[in-house]
């Protein structure tokens, strides 16, 4: 006689935030930059190192998605996420705010603990790669 054994059971993950969440003035924004583009083409944000806070947001155009990024489509837009900023990035809000002296795309990061006095460049901590 045989003795079957039963796979180990698996706790529920719980479900991650998206990537990233685009604010109704955000997605106006960037699709007014999109429609001077070329078809296909979407919003790359990552993370660099550098500034005195140790990294910075960076965006670019893209027409491509690599196998890794993850591609949030909302509200009209499309905005892929570098592979390498995913754990950086998880539960972020991205706005677009204008005041009298300038306008820019801002970053509402959870996973943010410090930015510099200038504010273009912050610390970030990743989301762990086992959360659940």
Do not use: H, W
């Not at 583009?37 to 944000?45: L, N, W």
């Not at 947001?57 to 893209?62: Q, V």
């Not at 690599?66 to 949030?72: F, G, K, M, R």
């Not at 705010?97 to 200038?118: A, E, I, L, Y």
């Amino acid at each position: 006689m045989s003795v079957t054994e039963t796979p180990p059971v698996r706790p529920a993950r719980r479900s991650l935030p998206p990537v990233i969440r685009i604010t109704d003035v955000a997605a106006e924004r960037l699709r007014e930059i999109l429609a001077d583009a070329e078809p296909g083409t979407a919003v790359r944000v990552g993370i660099e190192n550098g500034g005195c806070a140790g990294m910075s947001y960076k965006l670019d155009f893209t027409t491509e998605v690599a196998p890794l990024d993850s591609v949030v489509e909302d509200k009209g837009v499309k905005v892929v996420v570098d592979s390498k900023a995913v754990l950086f990035l998880i539960g972020t809000e991205m706005d677009f705010k204008t005041d009298r002296v300038s306008s820019q795309f801002v970053f509402n990061n959870p996973n943010q603990t410090s930015s510099c006095g200038c504010g273009e460049s912050v610390a970030i901590t990743p989301v762990a790669a086992d959360a659940s």
